[in-house]
Nanobody, 126 residues
């Protein structure tokens, strides 16, 4: 069982930055690929970025060049650095972990992930 706890959300003006963190209760870097999803009200949950156990990453076109996913294996922590934020980035952000070394498909599918955090809200004002 892996527990995931996100932090770092908040309110920021357009053009600002935030860094989200996701602390895992157990060492996942050898056994789980990880990702960030987001969900705005009345929309589908969408995959934002993912990172394999090898460190390989992928990100959605909507955030490419602005968001960076990374992981600190020694601290069991996943990060999402978000720069040049836009109002359309406003959503609840979730981290997730899936068993295996690499995500199964792109776009990411929620059903491929076993563990989820409770979410952290990001609000970007114009």
């Amino acid at each position: 069982q892996v527990r995931l706890v996100e932090s770092g959300g908040g309110s920021v003006q357009a053009g600002g930055s935030l860094r989200l963190s996701c602390l895992a209760s157990a060492n996942t870097y050898m056994t789980h690929y990880m990702a960030w999803f987001r969900q705005a009200p009345e929309t589908e949950r969408e995959g934002v970025a993912a990172i394999a156990t090898s460190g390989m990453t992928v990100s959605a076109d909507s955030v490419k060049g602005r968001f960076t996913i990374s992981r600190d294996n020694a601290r069991n922590t996943l990060y999402l650095q978000m720069n040049s934020l836009k109002p359309e980035d406003t959503a609840m952000y979730y981290c997730a972990a899936g068993r295996g070394s690499y995500w199964r498909r792109w776009p990411l599918a929620s059903g491929d992930f076993t563990y989820w955090g409770q979410g952290t809200q990001v609000t970007v004002s114009s």
